[in-house]
């Protein structure tokens, strides 16, 4: 019901910055909290930043000051600015979106499939 395609990764020095873009599709209208979590390997996937219907947001402490997570006026896009990469920034990224379906009513979230991102030194 809800399907995201990330993009924007790639290689970057460290220093450098880059913007994912997560489109969002389906029922968009039913999206409440979007996110970008981040997984390398041998490591879980964990949290990065989120942001509300609202526009509030929340931030893993070693990015804050650092990223930003915005959504686009239509709400169907979720992005995040990353500035001043480290090479501990290196991991898959993925987008997620938290959206309700009804009659009967569930809670689902949706995944985008990653997009790689690679700092160097």
């Not at 996110?35 to 219907?53: F, H, K, L």
């Not at 006026?73 to 990469?85: D, G, P």
């Not at 991991?91 to 009513?105: D, F």
């Amino acid at each position: 019901q809800v399907q995201l395609v990330e993009s924007g990764g790639g290689q970057v020095q460290a220093g450098g910055s880059l913007r994912l873009s997560c489109a969002a599709s389906g029922r968009t209208f039913s999206i409440n909290t979007m996110g970008w979590y981040r997984q390398a390997p041998g490591n879980q996937r964990d949290m990065v930043a989120t942001i509300g219907s609202d526009d509030s947001t929340n931030y893993a402490d070693s990015v804050k000051g650092r990223f930003t997570i915005s959504r686009d006026n239509a709400k169907n896009i979720v992005y995040l600015q990353m500035n001043n990469l480290k090479p501990e920034d290196t991991a898959v990224y993925y987008c997620n979106a938290g959206y309700n379906l009804y009659y009967p009513s569930r809670h689902l979230e949706a995944w985008g499939q990653g997009t790689q991102v690679t700092v160097s030194a």
